[in-house]
């Protein structure tokens, strides 16, 4: 079976950066990752890079806020983690910042 299911967030994802999340796993073999955001399966496109465990967005936009979801799962079972992310936007952490 699939066990100790993590999912990382980046510590401070802002708007037009990359972003990278990634989901871990501690057991299980021949193990795909899915990626969801909001509930819908996030599929790759010109700006989602999906490979293996991780999940790159380049460029993020404050767009991509939400809850993240991914599942790592294999024929015998699966395990999801959950994570709620926020996109910033540089201007506000520079203001917040004192820069």
């Known amino acids: 079976p699939v066990v100790g299911v993590i999912l990382s967030l980046p510590s401070l ?7 990278s999340l990634s989901c871990t796993w501690t057991g299980g073999t021949e193990v795909t990752a899915q990626w969801g955001k ?3 399966t996030i599929t790759p496109s010109s700006r989602i890079t999906i490979s293996g465990g991780s999940l790159v967005i ?7 806020t939400g809850v993240y979801t991914c599942t790592a799962s294999n024929s015998v079972s699966a395990q999801s983690s959950s ?13 917040t910042r004192g820069g």
């Open 13 to 19: 994802p802002v708007e037009e950066k990359n972003m």
């Open 38 to 40: 909001d509930g819908v």
């Open 58 to 64: 380049n460029p993020a936009s404050r767009d991509d």
């Open 83 to 95: 994570k709620s992310l926020t996109v910033y936007c540089e201007f506000t952490l520079t203001k």
